[in-house]
């Protein structure tokens, strides 16, 4: 980090200590609900306060961080309220894309989406490679259906998800049962029966809420 003080562009320099701060905070690295040592952070990475605040201001816009006045930052610890709500938003958002994409049946796309969930059935006991491919697959469908604006929400509200500590992937069993929910999700996308793929796509986040929050799931 010292050597990119000196040789990038204070806008090019901050952008990179946010990106390096969002990894930490999703790597677990950064707990949620622990304070950001500033200090300590400029002088480990050989930086001024200066980027470090404009990084922390970027992470507070993304939700990932919370200003306290006088206190400093801290990584955002998400209420079980804040989880409920953008797994609520998430169903709605990327079950309508499910729906559009299943109901354009183009092949290319179903190409694109179909070699992703092989990916999958692959990855289903190799939890952190199933993870990076899970994120891809849901971002392909968004890019598939093509409305930007709801990418964008969509991939800020993700980041919020990624803080919760009770992700449903880290239950016991989850990574097998959600492999099972893409399989219809792809069945329905597959058929062209857009009606199942908005539906197939809604009670995949409604298990994955009930994981998180410990409850059974169907």
């Known amino acids: 980090m010292a050597s990119a003080a000196s040789t990038l562009a204070p806008r090019a320099l901050y952008e990179e200590v946010a990106e390096r701060l969002r990894q930490q905070i999703f790597n677990r690295e950064l707990e949620a609900g622990s304070w950001i040592d500033e200090l300590k952070l400029a002088a480990t990475w050989g930086i001024s306060r200066t980027p470090l605040r404009e990084a922390l201001k970027v992470l507070a816009t993304e939700g990932l961080v919370t200003m306290k006045v006088r206190r400093g930052a801290y990584v955002t610890e998400p209420s079980t309220d804040d989880v409920k709500q953008v797994y609520h938003l998430l169903a709605l958002l990327e079950s ?4 559009e994409v299943a109901a354009a049946g183009r092949p290319e ?18 939890r952190e490679a199933f993870f990076a491919t899970n994120e891809a697959f849901h971002f392909k469908l968004l890019e598939l259906a093509g409305n930007r604006w709801r990418t964008q929400i969509v991939g800020d ?4 998800m990624k803080l919760n500590r009770h992700h449903s992937l880290f239950k016991k069993g989850r990574l097998s049962e959600s492999l099972t929910e893409h399989r219809q999700i792809m069945a329905a996308i597959v058929a062209g029966n857009a009606q199942a793929a908005t539906q197939a796509m809604q009670r995949h986040f409604e298990n994955s ?10």
């Not at 796309?109 to 190799?126: I, N, P, V, Y």
């Open 157 to 160: 509200l993700r980041k919020v």
């Open 209 to 218: 809420l009930k994981a998180t929050s410990g409850q059974a799931t169907p």
């Open 96 to 99: 309508d894309a499910a729906g």
């Open 109 to 126: 796309a179903l190409a694109e989406l179909q070699a992703l969930h092989d990916q999958l059935e692959k990855q289903a006991r190799q």
